[in-house]
């Protein structure tokens, strides 16, 4: 099992900048691949960004320029750096990770709000 505890979150202001992490533990040596996805109020989640165990990284087209996702194998956490944040990049956002075995693991998510 794999155990996945986000942090981070919170309310900003438009333009403002967030890092949200996430720390995992358990069968954390299984996992292939990390990422983060968001929830807003009546939408179906979405991916925000992806980063490999090898580093290859993958984002949205929204948030391409804007969020920079970064691993830290020895940790065994997962950062996401939010920068120029728009109130449409307000939900929740999960961390997410996915085991060698194709297993997904979330964790309990963390609110991030951007006001205009």
């Known amino acids: 099992q794999v155990q996945l505890v986000e942090s981070g979150g919170g309310l900003v202001q438009a333009g403002g900048s967030l890092r949200l992490s996430c720390v995992g533990s358990g069968s954390i040596f299984n996992i292939n691949r990390m990422g983060w996805y968001r929830q807003a109020p009546g939408k179906q989640r979405e991916l925000v960004a992806l980063i490999a165990r090898s580093g290859s990284t993958n984002y949205a087209d929204s948030v391409k320029g804007r969020f920079t996702i970064s691993l830290d194998n020895a940790k065994k956490a997962v950062f996401l750096q939010m920068e120029s944040l728009k109130p449409e990049d307000t939900a929740v956002y999960y961390c997410?990770?996915?085991?060698?075995?194709?297993?997904?693991?979330w964790g309990q998510g963390t609110q991030v709000t951007v006001s205009s």
């Open positions: 997410n990770a996915l085991s060698i075995t194709n297993n997904a693991y």
